[in-house]
């Protein structure tokens, strides 16, 4: 039995390769997924010159369970060039963040910023 998921997908560097590149990789895992578009917004909680972000969220099915389906979508983050290192200077390459996983909902500070409820209306 498949699970329903959403993710929200994000980069602070090479906007537009960056997300290419998720959505390549994303599709090729999920062949069902569905990405909503993509809007630049700042970087919550963040420093004032950290660069802005690109941020799209996708929705697809899976049989994985959660743990295995975070794992993938981690070693997804690593592939696509996040390293810790980058992180620590303010260089996020991709972020992929399981937001719900069925009716379970993760990352719940995540739910109230502006773009996310924007990008759900889409």
Do not use: C
Not at 46 to 51: A, L, Q
Not at 100 to 122: F, T, V
């Amino acid at each position: 039995m498949n699970s329903n998921v959403l993710i929200s997908i994000g980069a602070n560097t090479e906007h537009e390769r960056q997300i290419l590149r998720a959505k390549s990789t994303l599709r090729r895992a999920f062949p069902d997924i569905q990405f909503t578009h993509a809007v630049i917004t700042p970087a919550y909680g963040m420093p004032e010159d950290t660069p802005q972000y690109i941020n799209m969220l996708a929705r697809f099915t899976t049989p994985l369970d959660e743990d295995a389906l975070i794992t993938q979508l981690k070693d997804m983050e690593k592939r696509l060039g996040n390293s810790a290192a980058l992180r620590s200077a303010g260089t996020v390459m991709m972020d992929i963040d399981l937001l719900s996983y069925n009716d379970h909902k993760r990352h719940l500070e995540d739910w109230k910023r502006p773009y996310i409820k924007e990008l759900l209306r889409s």
